[in-house]
Structures are given as structure tokens and as C-alpha cells.
């Protein structure tokens, strides 16, 4: 099956460390995004990749990081220095070029700070 | 800046009735529009794209309208079933940019 797997599905944090959310696409899609969700807004950009050793900050890219050594992956990490990370993490992908170019979601990934 | 609102935030209706959701936007230069689905603690659903040369595009019981002159989009869904049930949001992506800018969505319930 073709599509956007997220991992976990619930992760849960202590105060002070560092976790990192998995996100792996196999539609041979160019550009990942991840994004930010909190209860009753949409959805805000924190980083995204046109292509694989490039990306490019998003709206709220601080005390997040990424990096993307493959094509179908892009892993999100969030830092203690990201002071409110509570919030459900969505990771997307779309084809670069063409007309068609929808962007594709994960499952999401619901981070809780103890 | 590009700013993308829904309204209403919240909606309610009985089984089988039609139905209009709301998106407006602020920059009309825009590449194309995209509506989601999101059901409770799930990832988003794309729906329907339209590009900013269309002016409609349908899928089965949907049907999302846009015109871009005056900053809006419609979608309509037909004969609600409460399997509609859900939150919709629609999405913005301007030509110079490679992201998407959201609303903060709509949350439907259609009552049996």
C-alpha cells in the first residue's frame, strides 16, 4: 500500500528531553512537510524538504529540527528547547511539479509533555 | 500575508439535509485550493484541488466552488449522512510558495 506512515502514534516526554518522531513516505514524493496541530486551530508549518540534504525553516521552526538523508524519510525531532510541544504532529508529502501536486497526511503523532 | 478563515467553527444539521462550508481568503493570487477531512485524532483526508483556473471540481455527494475575485471557496455536500461527521479544512498554496497556508477548520456533526 501506498502512503504516509507516522511512529509513533502516542508519545509521551518528560520535561528537559529530546524525542523524535518518525515519518516515512513510499509515493516517491519530492517535498515532506511537518506540521503542528493544537486543539481547535489548523495546522501550522514547521519545517519542510523540496528535495533530500535540503529544507527550509517553517512559521514555528523553533526548538524542532529534521533532517533528510533519504527520499522517504523525514524525521522530526523536538528539543527541550521547544517549550510548549504539547500538540498532535502531522507529517505530509506531495509531488513536486506537474498540475496535480495534492498534499498527502499521516496518521499523526499526539506528543504529551509529563 | 495570506490569512485563510472558516466560518462557522462549529455546525450542526439533521440527516439528509444539504449543506454549505465556508473558506475565504485574504490574497487572491493564489495556486490552488484543497479541502480536507479530519476525523477525531486522525491525519487530514484530501478531499477535493482546485486550481486557481477552475472554477469547480466534484466528487460524488461533493462539490467545492471557487472564486478567486473574491477571496472564497464553497464546499458543498449533498444529502449529509452521519458518517459526515467530521472537521473540514481548507487550504491555501500561493504561487511563489511551497506550503500550505490552513483555516482553522469547520467541525460538522450530522445528526441521525
Known amino acids: 500500500d501506498g502512503g504516509i506512515t507516522q511512529s509513533p502514534k502516542y508519545l509521551f516526554r518528560k520535561e528537559g528531553q529530546n524525542v523524535t518522531l518518525s515519518c516515512e513516505q513510499n509515493?516517491?514524493?519530492?517535498?515532506m512537510y511537518w506540521y503542528r496541530q493544537d486543539p481547535g486551530q489548523g495546522l501550522r508549518l514547521i519545517y519542510y524538504?523540496?528535495?533530500?540534504?535540503?529544507?527550509q525553516k517553517g512559521d514555528i521552526a523553533e526548538g524542532y529540527s529534521v533532517s533528510r538523508e533519504k527520499k522517504e524519510s523525514f524525521p522530526l525531532t523536538v528539543t527541550s528547547a521547544q517549550k510548549n510541544p504539547t500538540a498532535f504532529y502531522l507529517c505530509?508529502?506531495?509531488?513536486?511539479?506537474?498540475?496535480?501536486?495534492?498534499?498527502?497526511f499521516g496518521p499523526g503523532t499526539r506528543l504529551t509533555v509529563l | 500575508k495570506q490569512e485563510v478563515t472558516q466560518i462557522p467553527a462549529a455546525l450542526s444539521v439533521p440527516e439528509g439535509e444539504n449543506l454549505v462550508l465556508n473558506c475565504s481568503f485574504t490574497?487572491?493570487?493564489?495556486?490552488?485550493l484543497q479541502w480536507f477531512r479530519q476525523d477525531p485524532g486522525k491525519g487530514l483526508t484530501s478531499l477535493l484541488l482546485?486550481?486557481?483556473?477552475?472554477r469547480e471540481q466534484t466528487s460524488g455527494r461533493l462539490n467545492a466552488s471557487l472564486d478567486k475575485s473574491s477571496g472564497r471557496s464553497t464546499l458543498y455536500i449533498a444529502a449529509s449522512q452521519p458518517g459526515d461527521s467530521a472537521t473540514y479544512l481548507c487550504?491555501?498554496?500561493?504561487?511563489?510558495?511551497?506550503?500550505?497556508?490552513f483555516g482553522s477548520g469547520t467541525r460538522l456533526l450530522v445528526r441521525p
Open positions: 505530509a508529502s506531495r509531488p513536486v511539479g506537474g498540475i496535480d501536486n495534492e498534499q498527502f
Open positions: 509515493l516517491n514524493h519530492d517535498a
Open positions: 524538504s523540496q528535495i533530500v540534504n535540503d529544507f
Open positions: 490574497d487572491s493570487a493564489i495556486y490552488n
Open positions: 482546485i486550481q486557481s483556473s477552475q
Open positions: 487550504a491555501v498554496k500561493s504561487p511563489s510558495s511551497y506550503k500550505l497556508i
